[in-house]
């Protein structure tokens, strides 16, 4: 097999965005097919967790797919931008930048944004604002819970002596669980920013809204053995808007034994092979024209940053804090 | 800040060029040299900030991956110790032409600052100055704290999840990396070498280690005069931070190596 390309650039105004791309061998490119562009994960440089982006962009870039892998403002090797932009804005504007440099130099207008943690939640958030996108992979984004996740949280802590020690003597975190949440599963009192919030539940629920109106298939890969706990069945996306028609766009999967980062190379391959699978099944719509909505998601943006400075979300950071 | 790939074809090497930003008498250049592993995600990052704050002090400085690593050609899998060597003398090569300079300063932390270590020992009269950022001087003990990182990361990660059982699978620290690797690094032995670290040599520590002690007194042996091992108190970049903590940096180690190199 011919080896892919692979090449970098500095994009942008002052160029201060870096982008590496990964092209398809010389003449087995998929031209009309879209571009698929990887977002950080929180803090950690386009490169990923065990190198896991570098390997994926290989793996697409081999079977005739352009993949680009930037780095935000302030982030892996981008410089930090000049203006005053909250850090969530900055990441928006940063991947307008990335889609319109694609467009501008290349020709493309469409393209799929991946992301994990808060790079998934950047590209939800993103995907209903702009024409040019035409799906999002999300690997455990920000997912609110819901009673049957709250089910199976319980019967798992259920599971383990020193839960029961504490929910005997009502100390423990299981018995607050129980108390809290099953006695009152709609109080929407979370802690502040966490999927519990009802103000981030809205604020999913809306960006879901503009993804779907915008026609953006959706990946979603949730897993189930994470430290942050925030998803326990493959549907929980689907039970967590039950007023948003998600079905008809989204594949859904479930990874039991993965933990959030994917750290182990079994949970990358099979990782990679449903994001392939996806990208090259999925029903991507075809360039449509239009202009990228960036008042009406600024507004959205602005709405959910008010929580700013509460909010500390699985360690992306994605609607308050400072990236560097 | 620029970015750019040297090397050769077959071993294609992805760095970064931050140019000096003060003018000096004399042009000065540095050559970053990365850790290995899981250890790099997390050290990129305090790494950038090193590298442009010696830019603010006059330096060319590269910082770049090794083959096999980051943005690098390469696959885990297909790495040895000696080819990383030979990436540090060509990004040393790449810095002095695009610098116009004779010699470099060579900084390396973990790992990286083995490789450094062992570049110099060389007898190459292009190390101007050496900087070894809590180096691996032992490579069985570099192993095993390596093997700690990862367990804990992995148990942090996941509910129930430990390393047996991807060990069982045949990768170290969830990556595929083979056992010739782990058998140079586990060669590696900078006391055996410590007689050929240049006189102009700087060693951080902020993490005390067994091998520490025997270190101590190889460096203060040194035939050119005694190299001390400095202690620095502050946080390791190369573990992965938590939520308190994230993003930042070490800011005492890195205070300490600019102002040893551009006093």
Known sequence: MKPVTENVYTVGPGKSLVAAVTEPPRGAGKNAAPVIVILNTGIIHRVGHQRKFVVLARELAARGYLVVRFDFGGIGDSERRKDNLSALEGCLDDIRVILDWLEASRGHRRSILLGLCSGADHAIIYAGSDPRVVGAGLLDPMIPPTRRFYLHYILHRLTRPRSWLSFVTGNGRLFTTVRKRLLKPKSGQGQAGSPEDERVRLFLKNVYARAIENNVQLLSVLTGASDTRQSSYREQILDAFPDLDLSPLLRAEFFEDSDHLFLFEHDRKRLNAIIIDWIETANFREAQEGAVGTAALTKLVRGIAMLSGQIAMFGGQVFGGQLI | ?263
């Not at chain 2, 006059?58 to 297909?78: H, K, Q």
């Not at chain 2, 006391?191 to 460096?219: N, Q, V, Y």
């Not at chain 2, 190299?227 to 939520?243: Q, R, T």
């Open chain 2, 1 to 263: 800040m620029t970015p750019l790939y040297f090397g050769t074809g077959q071993r294609r090497l992805f760095g970064v060029l931050d140019p000096a930003q003060a003018r000096s008498s004399q042009a000065q250049a540095a050559v970053i040299c990365y850790p290995w592993g899981p250890e790099y995600i997390f050290a990129h990052r305090a790494l950038r900030y090193l590298s442009r704050q010696l830019a603010a002090r006059g330096f060319n400085v590269l910082r770049f991956d090794y083959y096999g690593s980051g943005d690098s050609a390469g696959n885990e899998s297909e790495v040895r110790l000696c080819g990383w060597r030979q990436d540090i003398v060509a990004a040393i090569e790449e810095l002095k032409d695009i610098s116009d300079v004779k010699a470099v300063a060579l900084i390396g932390l973990r790992l990286g600052a083995s490789l450094a270590a062992q570049i110099a020992a060389s007898c190459r009269k292009d190390v101007a100055a050496l900087v070894l950022w809590d180096p691996a001087i032992s490579g069985p003990e570099h192993l095993e704290v390596l093997e700690i990182e990862w367990t804990e990361m992995a148990q942090r990660h996941s509910t129930y999840l430990g390393h047996e059982r991807e060990r069982r699978r045949g990768a170290r620290y969830g990556l595929p990396i083979s056992e010739e690797l782990a058998i140079d690094v586990a060669a590696i032995d900078l006391i055996s070498i410590a007689d050929k670290m240049p006189s102009r040599t700087l060693c951080l520590s902020t993490k005390p280690l067994p091998s520490h002690a025997a270190w101590r007194a190889a460096l203060e042996a040194h035939p050119g005069g005694p190299i001390g091992l400095e202690s620095v108190s502050d946080i390791h970049p190369w573990v992965e931070a938590d939520l308190e903590t994230v993003g930042q940096l070490p800011l005492a180690a890195i205070g300490r190596i600019t102002g040893w190199l551009a006093p």
